[in-house]
C-alpha cells in the first residue's frame, strides 16, 4: 500500500516533557491536511517491535491553528498504547489517523451564557484546544475550567493556562475566564479540595466561580474519568439539565476517556 492512500500520515516526535513518573506531554509535527476541530481528537498509533501497531484515541491540546500537534498522556502500567508511546523520544515515528473525530466541541450547544468545562486528569486535554482557539471566548460569557486531579503536582499546563489570558488576541475576553483547580488527595493552596462531584453536590464549585449551574444559562462539558461523568451527569439531571443531542438540545456534551 502506498502512503498516499493509507489512512494514516507518519510525523515525527519534536519533544517530550514528564509531569510525573506517570504523565507527560509531547509534541509532533502536524501534515499539513490534518484537520480538526478544537475539542476533537486523533487517533495515534505506535508502531510495535513485532511489526504490530496499535491504535489509541488522543484528544488534541493544541490550537486548530498551530503547526504542530500537542498531547497530554498518562502512562498506564502494563498499558498496551502507553507502555510503547512513553519509550519513544526526540525523532521517533508516531503515525496520525488523516481523519479527527470527535463530539465535544462547541457546535454541541446552539445556545448558552456560561461554558463549563469539567475534567479529571488527562481529560483537561480538549479544552486546552478549545481556550486556544478564538470561538469560544466570543460565544460565552464566562468560561470556567475546573480540573481535578489527585495531587497537586499533576496538574498540567499551569503556564499555558496562566498566560492563556495575556495572549495579545485574548486580552479583552480575559474578565470571562476562570480556573478552578480541584487536588483530591491533598490540600494545596489556590486549589479546591474534593471532587467535582462533591464541590457541586456541596455548592462550593458555584461559589467559587461566582455563578449557578442552571438549564438556562450554563452549558457543560465533562471529559475524563467515565465514572466521575456519569455521577456528575446524574447530579445535573436533578437540575434538570441533560445531554445535548443533534435532534434534542441540551446542556451536556461528554467524552469518556475508558
Ligand atoms: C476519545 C478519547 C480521547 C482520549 N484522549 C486521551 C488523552 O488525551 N490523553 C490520554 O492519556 N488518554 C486519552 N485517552 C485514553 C487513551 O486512548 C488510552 O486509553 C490510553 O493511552 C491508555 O492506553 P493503553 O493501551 O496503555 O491502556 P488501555 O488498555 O487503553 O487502558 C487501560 C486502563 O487504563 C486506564 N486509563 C486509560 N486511559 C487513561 C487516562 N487517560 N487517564 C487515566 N486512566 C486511563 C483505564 O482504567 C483503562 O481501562 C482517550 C480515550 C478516548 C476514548
Ligand atoms: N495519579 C496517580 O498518582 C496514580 C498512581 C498510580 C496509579 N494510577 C492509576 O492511573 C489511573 C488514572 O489516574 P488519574 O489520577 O489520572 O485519574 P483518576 O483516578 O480519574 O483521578 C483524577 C481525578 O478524578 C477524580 N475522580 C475519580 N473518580 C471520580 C468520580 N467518580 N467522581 C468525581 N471525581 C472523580 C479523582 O478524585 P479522587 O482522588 O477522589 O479519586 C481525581 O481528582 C488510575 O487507573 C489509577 O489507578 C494513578
Redesign the pocket.
Known sequence: MTASVEKFTRQTLLDVTPL?P??FTFRMTRDPGFRFIAGQFARLGVTKADGTTVWRAYSVVSSPFDEFLDFFS?V??GGEFTSELSRLRKGDTLLVEKQAVGYLTLDRFSDGRDLWMLS???GVAPFLSILQDFEVWEKFERIILVY????AK?LAYQELIAELTQREYLAEYAHKFQFIA????EEHPGALHG????LIENGELEKAAGVALTPEYSRVMIC??P??I???RALLKTRDMRLALTRKPGQIAVENYW
Do not use: C, F, K
Not at 481535578?148 to 495531587?151: F, I, L
Not at 480541584?182 to 488527595?185: C, E, K, S, W
Not at 471532587?195 to 462533591?198: C, K
Open positions: 510525573t506517570s504523565l498518562i498506564v502500567p479529571t486528569g488527562t481535578s486531579v489527585r495531587e499533576e480541584t487536588v483530591t488527595r471532587r467535582i462531584t462533591t475524563g474519568n465514572q466521575m456519569d455521577d456528575t
